[in-house]
């Protein structure tokens, strides 16, 4: 398995073949469960919903090789305005001929009977939250480290707001993480502990 920054994947052109197609845009993440979703795709102004395990996905700035056919994408299932719903996910799995276990459905239900969907959220939507110790404010989430054997969200990528090196960013389990709400991620820590963390040193990711 590899370790992988997830906002390095974001603008990489989407090619098949040796055809362009359009670029990553955003990523939904499964903040229930702590794993990378689907990539959001921009097909020339028409957005996609792909499993990463659709796609290749190179080090450095190379294209991200797409393992369905752009026929496929241009029948799929357009992304509903409500969001999310297992419904829909199961019509993108039937129509791309994903087991629903590569998409690992779990219902929410919320407190009146109905599928919640409010533990898929897109990274753009969330990235630069504040993060929020139980001793006060400690620091911004920048990105998100990813797993490529089954698309776990290992690390929160932590940066400063002033409080420790403008330069330093830190690796925290989001399964600290309590609640994420109105531009606050809140975490069971509190600062030290968090400030003392591991350092972030992306070419080192994959050196344990």
Do not use: C
């Not at 199961?90 to 599928?115: S, V």
């Not at 400063?160 to 109105?182: C, H, K, N, Y």
């Amino acid at each position: 398995m590899m370790l992988h920054s997830l906002s390095e994947w974001l603008g990489r052109p989407v090619i098949a073949g040796d055809e362009p197609l359009g670029t990553v845009e955003d990523a939904v993440l499964d903040v229930l469960n702590w794993r990378l979703r689907y990539l959001v795709v921009d097909l020339n102004g028409r957005p996609a919903l792909l499993i990463p395990g659709a796609l290749s996905l190179p080090a450095g700035e190379q294209p991200l090789q797409l393992s369905v056919s752009r026929e496929q994408i241009a029948g799929s299932p357009p992304l509903p305005e409500t969001g999310l719903t297992d419904d829909y996910e199961a019509a993108l799995a039937n129509h791309y001929g994903w087991e629903l276990e590569q998409i690992e459905l779990e219902t929410n239900i919320d407190e009146d009977g109905a599928q919640a969907t409010d533990h898929l959220l897109r990274f753009e939507e969330i990235r630069g939250h504040t993060l929020r110790a139980a001793d006060g404010r400690a620091g911004r989430l920048d990105d998100f480290v990813v797993g490529d054997e089954n698309w776990a969200l290992f690390y929160m990528v932590v940066g400063s707001t002033g409080l420790f090196e403008a330069d330093r960013q830190v690796l925290l389990p989001p399964t600290w993480v309590e609640m994420i709400a109105e531009g606050e991620i809140a975490v069971e820590l509190n600062k030290e502990t968090i400030h003392k963390s591991r350092p972030y040193q992306p070419e080192n990711l994959n050196d344990d």
